[in-house]
């Protein structure tokens, strides 16, 4: 069988993209017209004149964000049939069959189960970690591999990441947020305000406030799309290998190993290569050590202990970044539930 694109989807992904464009525009004229309202010399035209300008900005700073972070961490490394005949030999047949060009294939050797379409705009590659071809037979193997065929037929892995930059984004200005204020706020005074006093206190409130509205809202036009595509990939793996059971056998082979890794030793800031991976988990894995964080603090010091105290909110943000947690969680989920893809599948069946 032909391989096609998925229009329904494309049109989901166009809907998208342009909702993004249109944040894009209201980021740079919101604060344009605001100035025009607050300085005589700024005009309504300026205002304008800097939105035409300033949004295709930001729109190329998110294509690069899209192009360099889609792999973030992960070093893939391109795989010849010598090296991989198996792999190789599945991939030929199933490009046969899609009658779809052979992408290049890569692996990346990480102990977290996973794959993700990578690779420049016209030469795409699939890679797979060391972990999966390990965990996989062959019809899992090629169930999976024909998912991220589908993929690369509908050419949507950088859009789904330009689409996630906003609610991306979002989430970091909600960290940044956080962490200012665990850094500013070291006691309440008896009006209860804190540290540098009522108004640095508020602004940072709203600012929280405003970053989680824009995150909702732009996770909400995100998940548009991103869900229905790895629902449109399944089928198309599907109809491919004729094999649905085979591709249900590994999202739960995977999902049961990737859950087995401890949650604080996956790096939760992955969010782009969560985006556009075959399941919602980072490729990375880190062995997190376990620090007396107060082992070198003078307690017979009372300056010393003083300084501990006031630094301790930032002290405890500094460790929970390093074991791969967030003040305030803002997961932007890419990807359906696994459960609800086996049932489908099996539905399928």
Same mark, same amino acid.
């Given at each position: 069988m032909?391989?096609?694109?998925?229009?329904?989807?494309?049109?989901?992904?166009?809907?998208?993209?342009?909702?993004?464009?249109?944040?894009?525009?209201a980021?740079?004229?919101?604060?344009?017209?605001?100035?025009?309202?607050?300085?005589?010399?700024?005009?309504?035209?300026?205002?304008?004149?800097?939105?035409?300008?300033g949004?295709?900005?930001i729109v190329?700073?998110?294509?690069?964000?899209?192009? *360099?972070r889609?792999?973030?961490?992960?070093?893939?490394r391109v795989v010849?049939?010598?090296?991989?005949?198996?792999?190789?030999?599945?991939l030929?047949?199933?490009?046969?069959? /899609?009658?779809?060009?052979?992408?290049?294939? /890569?692996?990346?050797?990480?102990?977290?189960?996973?794959?993700?379409?990578?690779?420049r705009?016209?030469?795409?590659?699939?890679?797979?970690?060391?972990?999966?071809v390990?965990a996989?037979d062959?019809?899992e193997?090629?169930?999976?591999?024909?998912?991220?065929?589908? *993929?690369?037929?509908?050419?949507?892995?950088?859009a789904v990441?330009?689409?996630?930059?906003?609610a991306?984004?979002?989430?970091?200005?909600?960290?940044?947020?956080?962490?200012r204020?665990?850094?500013?706020?070291?006691?309440?005074?008896e009006?209860? #305000?804190?540290g540098?006093?009522?108004?640095?206190?508020l602004?940072a @409130?709203v600012?929280?406030?405003?970053? @989680?509205?824009?995150?909702v809202v732009?996770?909400?036009?995100?998940?548009l #799309?991103a869900v229905?595509?790895e629902?449109g990939?399944?089928?198309a793996?599907?109809?491919l290998?004729?094999?649905?059971?085979?591709l249900?056998s590994?999202?739960a082979?995977?999902?049961?190993r990737?859950?087995?890794?401890?949650?604080?030793?996956?790096?939760?800031?992955?969010s782009s290569?969560?985006?556009?991976?075959? @399941?919602?988990?980072?490729?990375?894995?880190?062995?997190?050590?376990?620090?007396?964080?107060?082992?070198?603090?003078?307690w017979?010091?009372p300056?010393a202990?003083?300084?501990m105290?006031?630094?301790?909110?930032?002290?405890?943000?500094?460790?929970?970044?390093e074991?791969?947690?967030?003040?305030i969680? #803002?997961?932007?989920?890419?990807?359906?539930r696994?459960?609800?893809?086996?049932?489908? @599948?099996?539905?399928?069946?």
């Open positions: 032909s391989l096609r694109p998925d229009y329904r989807l494309r049109v989901r992904l166009a809907g998208a993209v342009l909702v993004v464009l249109g944040f894009d525009a980021l740079v004229l919101l604060p344009s017209w605001l100035a025009s309202l607050a300085f005589e010399s700024v005009t309504v035209s300026d205002a304008l004149l800097a939105t035409a300008v949004t295709p900005f190329l700073l998110q294509a690069a964000y899209a192009y *360099h889609t792999l973030g961490s992960v070093s893939p010849t049939a010598t090296e991989h005949p198996d792999l190789h030999t599945l030929d047949r199933l490009c046969q069959q /899609a009658n779809a060009p052979k992408p290049r294939l /890569a692996v990346a050797d990480s102990p977290v189960p996973n794959s993700v379409v990578a690779g705009p016209g030469e795409p590659a699939i890679v797979f970690t060391t972990a999966l390990d996989l062959d019809e193997l090629a169930a999976v591999l024909a998912h991220e065929l589908a *993929h690369v037929v509908n050419r949507d892995r950088l990441v330009f689409a996630a930059a906003p991306i984004v979002a989430h970091r200005y909600l960290v940044w947020q956080s962490e204020l665990s850094r500013d706020v070291d006691r309440t005074d009006r209860g #305000f804190v540098l006093g009522e108004n640095n206190f602004s @409130l600012g929280i406030a405003v970053g @989680l509205v824009f995150g732009s996770e909400a036009v995100f998940r #799309f229905q595509r629902y990939a399944d089928r793996a599907a109809r290998t004729g094999n649905p059971a085979a249900a590994a999202l082979t995977l999902d049961d990737a859950r087995a890794i401890p949650s604080r030793d996956l790096r939760a800031h992955d290569v969560k985006a556009v991976s075959f @399941l919602p988990y980072p490729f990375e894995h880190r062995e997190r050590e376990t620090v007396d964080s107060n082992a070198d603090i003078d017979t010091d300056a202990v003083e300084a105290y006031e630094e301790q909110p930032l002290r405890r943000r500094n460790e929970s970044t074991a791969g947690e967030e003040p969680p #803002f997961p932007v989920r890419s990807h359906p696994t459960r609800r893809r086996i049932e489908r @599948l099996r539905a399928t069946t």
